[in-house]
């Protein structure tokens, strides 16, 4: 498994080094010492794990995490303590207090090692599988496209809904339909996208538009325009 560390601090980036050499599943790729630079070395060498630092200067870790699509896996390296983390309402992540424990560490990439690996190949799209970064105020979450049943156009922004979270990203939901898979998030209308395998019912609507019936309830009209398009995908 590829790794990144991202520190502002030499004497930690060198520790962790340290603790990782008996972990030969892990080949350290590069080291960052700020966002701008870890941008560019994740573009470069694709690496799937990151031992990100949460405060650095200019940028921090979860600004980094929002230019990233998708985000590899994630192991947070932060002075905060246990219940400031917490705050953060991050899932699917992990992180390491400093100074690092090395048990800590083990158990940090061995809950890594046990979530889906990459294929390992070039897409210009994101699959169900990818994770995506999303921030909305002082919460963060970590989350599998295909956790993510709905996408609401709210004027510059769009609300991303899954589980019970409904936060708001800045960007266009134009931008994100570039991005996605269309065989699983399907253009419902000019306001929504939906994730095609949260789809439990169709029906006919007006004018030749359809109502589609999500699994949890929530109901989504398909335009006339989308109608056509939307059965051929469906195979109706």
């Excluded at 989350?143 to 409904?166: I, M, P, Q, T």
């Excluded at 609507?205 to 109901?219: D, K, P, Y």
């Amino acid at each position: 498994m590829k790794a990144l560390i991202i520190d502002d601090e030499r004497l930690a980036r060198k520790e962790l080094m340290r603790l990782l050499e008996v972990h030969a599943q892990i080949q350290v790729v590069g080291e960052a010492t700020n966002a701008d630079e870890a941008e560019k070395l994740t573009l470069e060498l694709r690496p799937d794990l990151l031992f990100l630092d949460i405060n650095m200067p200019g940028r921090d870790g979860f600004e980094l995490l929002e230019a990233l699509d998708p985000a590899p896996h994630v192991i947070f390296i932060t002075a905060y303590d246990e219940h400031a983390v917490k705050a953060f309402e991050v899932n699917a992540m992990d992180y390491l207090l400093k100074p690092i424990d090395p048990e800590r560490l083990a158990s940090a990439l061995a809950k890594v090692a046990a979530l889906p690996k990459a294929d390992g190949t070039e897409r210009n799209l994101l699959s169900a599988s990818d994770r995506i970064f999303i921030k909305d105020g002082e919460k963060c979450w970590f989350v599998a496209l295909k956790d993510v049943r709905l996408l609401e156009s709210e004027g510059n922004y769009v609300r991303v809904r899954f589980n019970d979270s409904k936060p708001l990203v800045l960007r266009s939901l134009n931008s994100l339909e570039k991005k996605l898979d269309p065989h699983v998030f399907f253009r419902a209308n000019r306001k929504q996208m939906i994730n095609l395998a949260w789809v439990s019912k169709i029906e006919p609507w007006f004018s030749g538009g359809l109502n589609c019936t999500l699994s949890t309830g929530e109901v989504v009209e398909v335009s006339r325009r989308q109608a056509l398009r939307f059965r051929e995908i469906m195979s109706l």
